[in-house]
């Protein structure tokens, strides 16, 4: 059996453990979970995916919606090693662990959590998206466990392009080694065999590159830049310019050279 439905997260919540499998995804907002002692934080581009009797908390900003998919772990596609999804399925559950959805992935929340506010009494169809989201999920997590992590795996352009879709948010080395399918012990060790730096100093340059880009050929206020890109203030990103690209906003708006 499959149950799902919008939440809002209590601003805090004691540790408990639930009989079935659940996954708590981002809608709205953002909250912080543990899960077996491990934390995640938890916006609109993640899922948290709980296992049968891990113990876990929560708690949720004001503006937090989540969908909680409830999946009771008697059920065939993960209990039947004979079931046509058994193989696919059993490794969703297999340990605690948070996934970044991909754009795809994350339009389907969004598209399914309106039709759940759309039309609340409809449980099947609500079941039904679940369904689809888990089989999304599913099979993203299949895709990664197949291939192998390692030197010649991780992609700097993929990283790239990871970073330059959440430049405006905060991005934690936990969350680039995740997208590798990598420890953040392994991921920095890799990191700097293929790429010849370091994670901080990769994304650091990613976001001054886009300041860069944004500051000579845009009208946006230097403020707004600044939080396009992830910096905490305009004078966060004013020194860093200064210091790693010998510039100020004021001179790249006015169509300087960089140096």
């Not at 113990?55 to 969908?67: K, P, S």
């Not at 039309?119 to 369904?131: I, K, R, T």
């Not at 370091?198 to 500051?215: M, V, Y």
């Not at 946006?220 to 906003?249: C, D, M, W």
Request: with cysteine; proline share 5%.
């Amino acid at each position: 059996m499959l149950d799902a439905r919008l939440l809002k997260l209590p601003t805090a919540s004691h540790q408990h453990c639930h009989e079935h499998h659940q996954i708590v995804v981002g809608v709205q907002g953002e909250a912080e979970l543990s899960i077996d002692g491990t934390g995640s934080h938890l916006d609109t581009w993640k899922a948290c995916l709980v296992p049968t009797e891990a113990r876990h908390d929560y708690c949720g900003d004001l503006q937090n919606h989540m969908m909680v998919i409830n999946l009771d772990p008697s059920s065939p596609a993960i209990s039947t090693p004979s079931h046509a999804d058994y193989e696919q399925m059993v490794r969703v559950f297999e340990k605690p662990r948070t996934i970044h959805m991909d754009g795809r992935l994350q339009g389907l929340v969004q598209f399914a959590a309106g039709e759940f506010d759309r039309s609340p009494g409809n449980l099947a169809m609500h079941s039904h998206l679940a369904s689809s989201i888990l089989y999304c999920m599913a099979d993203r997590i299949s895709d990664r466990t197949a291939s192998t992590p390692n030197r010649h795996s991780l992609s700097p352009d993929a990283i790239q392009r990871y970073i330059r879709a959440n430049l405006h948010r905060k991005i934690t080395v936990q969350d680039l080694a995740s997208e590798a399918c990598l420890s953040v012990s392994r991921f920095h060790e890799v990191f700097r065999e293929v790429v010849g730096t370091t994670p901080h100093q990769f994304l650091l340059q990613a976001r001054l590159n886009q300041a860069i880009n944004l500051l000579a050929s845009t009208p946006l206020s230097v403020s707004e830049i600044s939080y396009r890109v992830g910096f905490s203030s305009q004078s966060a990103l004013t020194n860093a310019l200064r210091k790693h690209k010998g510039t100020t906003p004021a001179r790249l708006q006015l169509r300087d050279d960089v140096a």
